[in-house]
């Protein structure tokens, strides 16, 4: 069973920078995607970031919402089980539970449905 814990969170004004980190319980080789999500009060969960590592780690890919493009940016240091979020430029509309997510795809597509652990998220508020 894959763990996940995420930090970083908090209440910043707008054009702030937070940076969330994900400890993950334990490394497996079963993960291939990690992915950041929100959800706002009254809206749907939204895909932030999603991280595909293929081919024995040989191969990296990022993918972003278009709303957060060039203002957040997701990394993964496997040394040590954590994968982070940088997000820049906050806008009071990326306030939001953000979770932390990983999952395994056997296509290179990490989509929403693939990913099968989830953490128990944590708050970001940016304020105008």
């Known amino acids: 069973q894959v763990q996940l814990v995420e930090s970083g969170g908090g209440s910043v004004q707008a054009g702030g920078s937070l940076r969330l980190s994900c400890v993950v319980s334990?490394?497996?080789?079963?993960?291939?995607?990690m992915g950041w999500f929100r959800q706002a009060p009254g809206k749907e969960r939204e895909g932030v970031a999603r991280?595909?590592?293929?081919?024995?780690?040989?191969?990296?890919?990022?993918y972003y919402a278009d709303s957060v493009k060039g203002r957040f940016t997701a990394s993964q240091d496997n040394a040590k089980n954590t994968v982070y979020l940088q997000m820049n430029s906050l806008k009071p509309e990326d306030t939001a539970m953000y979770y932390c997510?990983?999952?395994?795809?056997?296509?290179?597509?990490?989509?929403?449905?693939?990913?099968?652990?989830w953490g128990h998220g944590t708050q970001v508020t940016v304020s105008s």
């Open positions: 997510a990983a999952g395994w795809t056997s296509d290179g597509y990490c989509y929403t449905e693939r990913y099968k652990y």
């Open positions: 334990r490394y497996t080789y079963s993960r291939n995607c």
């Open positions: 991280i595909y590592t293929g081919g024995g780690s040989t191969y990296y890919a990022e």
